[in-house]
Nanobody, 115 residues
Framework: QVQLVESGGGLVQPGGSLRLSCAAS????????MMWYRQAPGKQRELVAV???????NYVDSVKGRFTISRDNAKNTVWLQMNSLKPEDTAVYYC?????????WGKGTLVTVSS
């Protein structure tokens, strides 16, 4: 079965950096686009970044130039490098894949940006 396990969240000061990881299993990882979403308290879940199977990437405007999504198909892992973090980046971050027309989610990892 499809499993997505996120890690790497935590408390960081404004301007700091974190690197999130998502370990995937249960599907042929290299063939699928992978996404990072986030959900801040009281807000809807939003798409943050996507990396296609071929490596092309796209980002929501609010994180462009600060966040980088990457993948290693040999390790079945996708990362989200987050730099210059702001308090408004505080959220639970989720890894996502659409496999066989179904959306799969990890349990999420909490990122808190605060001084």
């Amino acid at each position: 079965q499809v499993q997505l396990v996120e890690s790497g969240g935590g408390l960081v000061q404004p301007g700091g950096s974190l690197r999130l990881s998502c370990a995937a299993s249960g599907f042929t990882f290299s063939r699928y686009a992978m996404m990072w979403y986030r959900q801040a308290p009281g807000k809807q879940r939003e798409l943050v970044a996507v990396i296609l199977s071929g490596g092309n990437t796209n980002y929501v405007d609010s994180v462009k130039g600060r966040f980088t999504i990457s993948r290693d198909n040999a390790k079945n892992t996708v990362w989200l490098q987050m730099n210059s973090l702001k308090p408004e980046d505080t959220a639970v971050y989720y890894c996502n894949v659409n496999f066989n027309y179904m959306n799969y989610w990890g349990k999420g990892t909490l990122v808190t940006v605060s001084s």
